[in-house]
């Protein structure tokens, strides 16, 4: 890409171009014996380049007056008690201390947010607004004598009931398989977050035999009720805009049984024993000599991705999860090419030291630009894009490694980290476009070439 094409990008990025003239200069300064300068000030005007905007979002219209019930909820539960405890009323001091932990952490999660969020973004976060509500509820009610644990534990069973009613009673109904799959994925993600709520409430707690601990089992079950209610709603929003629906949970089990086992045998390509210095070695490299260097990190950090992609495809499978395990299949398999690509390009000698800031900001606009480009890619835009909310994230880690409380300032382990950050997500975001055509692809041959 031209230097051009780059000081555009810089400057979409949110810094203009002259902005960031001082960060070739400044390394220019360095005399060729002391080697690369990186100056802190350049590596943190890289960061200032900004990430990219990929909020996450779902094909189907969320309705505002739900986020506001959902809001209200959350209000009313805060509302209905004290901002703080008496001593007369509740003696004990570390009960009165949780109770105004949890009140605080309900009023910032209700707060008016200064970020830019999705109204799927507002539809996920109210279950930590309704269940930090919940918490502080939980906890007063049962100080004054109003609520107990059984009566919490009751609500509980009433509500992994309804979990598994609604997960049972749900089939992956909708028009177009790249919409489709994308909508079942989130509503997928919802329920698990529903059970998983409930069953951290049974095996971890900060209290025990307390009020607090009543607290701790209401916002739990809170939770898992939001979480209820937006997969519900994702789920008929979505149905309504469908006037003649497909049944695609068939295609999604088959399909995501299909690919999980060819990934798996692509996996089973790279050694099993000795982790991922012995995945690394499996491709001619001396690992010895790619230490400490941005070449191992990004290896590291792509094949790792190969692993989680995996994971989720066969819990998916497991849990009946069927969108889930497919979108599982489609991070390993983008991961496990950009592996591939980061293989021929540290053997063709790329990523083996940090010459300069300038290196380092010109990784991030080559993150940037593949980001773009992927998601300006007209076909299957939905499952790209759900894709790339992920790997656009890793940008973001990569600008986190040059906050002033990370390293010091001019700690080589910062660039270095942050740049291989940049190169994994560029190498994913160039995948996985061709990706998202393999797995619709071989979906659409499941169902015979209809409805992709």
């Known amino acids: 890409m031209s230097r051009t094409r780059r000081d555009v990008l810089a400057s979409l990025a949110g810094v203009g171009v002259a902005g960031l003239a001082g960060c070739t200069a400044l390394d220019a300064g360095a005399s060729e014996s002391d080697g690369p300068t990186l100056d802190p000030a350049a590596l943190r005007a890289v960061r200032q380049l900004g990430s990219p905007a990929f909020p996450a979002r779902v094909p189907a219209p969320i309705a505002e007056p739900y986020l506001e019930r959902g809001r209200g909820r959350a209000r009313e539960f805060l509302d209905s008690v004290p901002e703080t405890m008496s001593p007369g009323e509740v003696p004990n001091e570390g009960v009165r201390n949780a109770y105004a932990e949890a009140y605080a952490d309900a009023a910032a999660a209700l707060a008016p947010s200064d970020t830019d969020e999705s109204p799927f973004e507002a539809l996920r976060g109210l279950r930590y607004a309704r269940g930090a509500a919940a918490m502080a509820k939980g906890t007063y009610d049962a100080a004054v004598g109003d609520l107990t644990e059984a009566d919490v534990r009751d609500e509980a069973a009433a509500v992994r009931a309804d979990v598994e009613s609604f997960r049972f009673g749900t089939r992956s109904l909708g028009d177009e398989a790249d919409r489709a799959l994308v909508v079942y994925e989130a509503v997928e993600s919802l329920v698990a977050a529903a059970v998983r709520s409930l069953d951290n409430a049974d095996e971890y707690g900060r209290y025990a035999d307390s009020a607090p601990r009543v607290g701790e089992l209401l916002d739990a079950v809170e939770s898992a009720r939001a979480s209820l209610d937006g997969a519900r709603h994702v789920r008929d929003r979505y149905l309504a805009t469908v006037a003649d629906p497909i049944d695609f949970t068939d295609a999604f089990e088959s399909t995501a049984?299909?690919?999980?086992?060819?990934?798996?045998?692509?996996?089973?390509?790279?050694?099993?024993?000795?982790?991922?210095?012995?995945?690394?070695?499996?491709?001619?490299?001396?690992?010895?000599?790619?230490?400490?260097?941005?070449?191992?990190?990004?290896?590291?950090?792509?094949?790792?991705?190969?692993?989680?992609?995996?994971?989720?495809?066969?819990?998916?499978?497991?849990?009946?999860?069927?969108?889930?395990?497919?979108?599982?299949?489609?991070?390993?398999?983008?991961?496990?090419?950009?592996?591939?690509?980061?293989?021929?390009?540290?053997?063709?000698?790329?990523?083996?030291?940090?010459?300069?800031?300038?290196?380092?900001?010109?990784?991030?606009?080559?993150?940037?630009?593949?980001?773009?480009?992927?998601?300006?890619?007209?076909?299957?835009?939905?499952?790209?894009?759900?894709?790339?909310?992920?790997?656009?994230?890793?940008?973001?880690?990569?600008?986190?490694?040059?906050?002033?409380?990370?390293?010091?300032?001019?700690?080589?382990?910062?660039?270095?980290?942050?740049?291989?950050?940049?190169?994994?997500?560029?190498?994913?975001?160039?995948?996985?476009?061709?990706?998202?055509?393999?797995?619709?692809?071989?979906?659409?041959?499941?169902?015979?070439?209809?409805?992709?």
């Not at 496990?336 to 390009?345: I, L, N, Q, Y």
């Not at 909310?389 to 390293?407: E, L, S, T, W």
């Open 257 to 452: 049984s299909s690919l999980a086992g060819v990934i798996e045998d692509r996996r089973a390509e790279y050694p099993e024993e000795g982790g991922l210095e012995a995945v690394i070695e499996g491709e001619g490299l001396d690992t010895e000599a790619l230490e400490s260097t941005p070449a191992k990190d990004l290896l590291v950090e792509a094949f790792v991705e190969v692993e989680r992609g995996l994971r989720d495809a066969r819990d998916g499978l497991r849990s009946g999860r069927f969108a889930t395990a497919l979108v599982g299949a489609h991070t390993a398999e983008t991961h496990r090419r950009a592996f591939e690509d980061a293989v021929t390009a540290v053997k063709r000698g790329r990523y083996e030291s940090v010459e300069s800031a300038a290196a380092v900001r010109d990784a991030k606009l080559g993150a940037l630009e593949a980001l773009e480009a992927a998601r300006s890619n007209g076909s299957n835009p939905h499952l790209t894009r759900r894709a790339l909310v992920d790997i656009a994230y890793m940008v973001g880690r990569g600008d986190d490694y040059f906050r002033d409380d990370y390293y010091d300032d001019g700690d080589p382990r910062a660039a270095r980290n942050a740049l291989a950050q940049y190169a994994t997500a560029e190498f994913a975001a160039r995948e996985t476009p061709d990706v998202s055509a393999w797995v619709l692809g071989t979906l659409a041959a499941e169902r015979g070439g209809v409805g992709r």
